[in-house]
């Protein structure tokens, strides 16, 4: 069964073996499994803390955690009751359609309106499809933002937002390279959680790795890029995401996490395509896809 929808989650199955988990909390992916084309072991390519919740009472500590409309503390005047983040993540969606269904790709979409409980804290029309993709050795996620507004007002009524993938990719992360940022423009988020506060920098590496706590907002990045590490690696192509964020909290910070299994910070590295910095400003009646693919490297990158 290509596609198996279950109570709290949907199963994606690739006629090849791969396969994905979808929970309807949050639209987060909690696990993609493939093998490559050298390794027929179909392995898990997310981490996922062992000590996170997967019933809906909290945010996926892993995963593919998706952001809207605010990336961290919310700093727009429309988003100051939402919690970091923002509320895609941590609200129930609603299962949709298979959206395609044969050898090369099994898709589904699951789709998000304002709830009640959306609309206390977020008073903005929008509706969201969130549409995830499987192959026999990648994943793709596609973020659908609709502006629903009916005003006629001049200037229009725009959507503003941020939308972020927050990919927790299974690597070791004493031994992880991310490229590539070199001579990029970021932000330094371990000197301020506020990103708009954080001083730019710019990045002098080749290949950015996580061996001390990471937290770094990279601008007007490549959205190619290659998580690679010895014996393994995962490549992530991006569109209409500029920005990107390396993730790595150390025991430093990732001990104080309390859903985060202990060590857990060894075992991901977070790369996250969006766009954080800044908004997107949608016009009524607009769509806007923030879309990436995940796909195993084949090849051995990194020999030493
Ligand atoms: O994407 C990196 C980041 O913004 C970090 O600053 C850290 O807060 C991480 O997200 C996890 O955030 P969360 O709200 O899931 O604990």
Same mark, same amino acid.
């Given at each position: 069964?290509?596609?198996?929808?279950?109570?709290?989650?949907?199963?994606?199955?690739?006629?090849?073996?791969?396969?994905?988990?979808?929970?309807? &909390?949050?639209?987060?992916?909690?696990?993609?499994?493939?093998?490559?084309?050298?390794?027929?072991?179909?392995?898990?390519?997310?981490?996922?803390?062992?000590?996170?919740?997967?019933?809906?009472?909290?945010?996926?500590?892993?995963?593919?955690?998706?952001?809207?409309?605010?990336?961290?503390?919310?700093?727009?005047?429309?988003?100051?009751?939402?919690?970091?983040?923002?509320?895609?993540?941590?609200? /129930?969606?609603?299962?949709?359609?298979?959206?395609?269904?044969?050898?090369?790709?099994?898709?589904?979409?699951?789709?998000?309106?304002?709830?009640?409980?959306?609309?206390?804290?977020?008073?903005?029309?929008?509706?969201?499809?969130?549409?995830?993709?499987?192959?026999? &050795?990648?994943?793709?996620?596609?973020?659908?933002?609709?502006?629903t507004s009916t005003s006629t007002?001049?200037?229009?009524?725009?959507?503003?937002?941020?939308?972020?993938?927050?990919?927790?990719?299974?690597?070791?992360? /004493?031994?992880?390279?991310?490229?590539?940022?070199?001579?990029?423009?970021?932000?330094?988020?371990?000197?301020?959680?506020?990103?708009?506060?954080?001083?730019?920098?710019?990045?002098?590496?080749?290949?950015?790795?996580?061996?001390?706590?990471?937290?770094?907002?990279?601008?007007?990045?490549?959205?190619? &890029?290659?998580?690679?590490?010895?014996?393994?690696?995962?490549?992530?192509?991006?569109?209409?995401?500029?920005?990107?964020?390396?993730?790595?909290?150390?025991?430093?910070?990732?001990?104080?996490?309390?859903?985060?299994?202990?060590?857990?910070?060894?075992? &991901?590295?977070?790369?996250?395509?969006?766009?954080?910095?800044?908004?997107?400003?949608?016009?009524p009646?607009?769509?806007?896809?923030?879309?990436?693919?995940?796909?195993?490297?084949?090849?051995?990158?990194?020999?030493?």
């Amino acid at each position: 069964m290509p596609v198996e929808i279950q109570s709290d989650k949907v199963v994606l199955r690739h006629p090849r073996g791969s396969s994905a988990e979808v929970l309807l &909390y949050g639209a987060t992916v909690i696990s993609w499994r493939c093998p490559t084309e050298r390794n027929p072991e179909i392995a898990e390519r997310l981490f996922v803390s062992g000590k996170a919740a997967l019933d809906g009472s909290k945010p996926v500590r892993g995963g593919i955690p998706v952001i809207f409309p605010c990336f961290g503390p919310p700093t727009h005047p429309e988003h100051m009751k939402l919690s970091q983040h923002g509320f895609a993540r941590s609200e /129930s969606w609603s299962w949709d359609t298979i959206v395609s269904d044969d050898d090369k790709t099994v898709s589904a979409r699951l789709t998000l309106g304002p709830t009640p409980g959306i609309s206390e804290r977020f008073q903005r029309p929008f509706q969201l499809s969130f549409v995830v993709g499987l192959s026999e &050795y990648g994943l793709s996620t596609d973020l659908h933002v609709k502006n629903t507004s009916t005003s006629t007002a001049f200037p229009p009524e725009t959507l503003d937002f941020q939308a972020l993938f927050h990919n927790y990719i299974r690597a070791p992360a /004493s031994d992880v390279l991310v490229t590539p940022l070199q001579h990029l423009q970021y932000y330094d988020k371990t000197e301020s959680t506020e990103v708009g506060r954080a001083t730019a920098k710019k990045e002098e590496r080749a290949g950015v790795d996580v061996h001390k706590f990471t937290d770094s907002v990279y601008e007007d990045a490549s959205q190619n &890029y290659e998580v690679t590490w010895r014996g393994g690696g995962i490549s992530i192509k991006a569109a209409n995401l500029k920005d990107v964020v390396v993730w790595n909290p150390q025991e430093e910070a990732g001990s104080k996490i309390g859903d985060m299994e202990a060590g857990g910070w060894e075992r &991901y590295v977070c790369v996250e395509p969006g766009y954080v910095r800044g908004f997107v400003q949608l016009p009524p009646d607009h769509t806007w896809v923030g879309h990436q693919t995940l796909a195993v490297i084949q090849e051995e990158r990194r020999l030493t």
